[in-house]
């Protein structure tokens, strides 16, 4: 039998929970790696049928890095005077789209780069191989 949670544990979140907050965060950090050094940058994005996307320059060392590799997606949010947040992660592969109608299908989304639009010109998206998130409970 599982022990109801006491205020202050960590309860892990499903699936379902994890996509929905990582929809609903305003930006999303992506973690790679660039010359064997890990590197985190914000980026803001969009899920869109199952997978997270984002905007970079071309020749950005986001784009670099991101093409073809294994990335970490994290996003959070909390209350400092409640003391309430969560933290969902998610690792997958990172690709340019290189499809036409996937791209064109991206364009006429809600979304528009925080950073000067016209120079993010492509975009990345990333498959989620796996996602985990958990929050901190105070009222079980």
């Known amino acids: 039998m599982q022990e109801k949670p006491r205020p202050g544990d960590l309860v892990a979140l499903d699936a379902t ?6 929809n609903e965060a305003p930006w999303v950090r992506v973690g790679f790696i660039v010359d064997g050094v890990p590197t985190i940058l914000p980026v803001n994005h969009l899920v869109h049928d199952g997978a997270i996307y984002f905007r970079t320059a071309p020749g950005s060392k986001l784009g670099s890095a991101a093409a073809g590799s294994t990335v970490a997606i994290e996003a959070d949010g909390g209350d400092v005077d409640t ?28 979304f528009e780069p925080w ?5 993010r ?4 998206r990333v498959d989620v191989d796996q996602i985990s998130g958990r929050r901190i409970v105070r009222n079980p």
């Open 115 to 119: 950073a000067v639009p016209g120079d």
């Open 17 to 22: 929970e994890c996509v929905n907050l990582l």
């Open 121 to 124: 010109t492509f975009w990345v």
């Open 83 to 110: 003391r309430i947040g969560w933290s969902v992660v998610a690792h997958g592969h990172a690709a340019i789209v290189t499809d036409d109608h996937l791209e064109q299908a991206l364009f006429e989304q809600p």
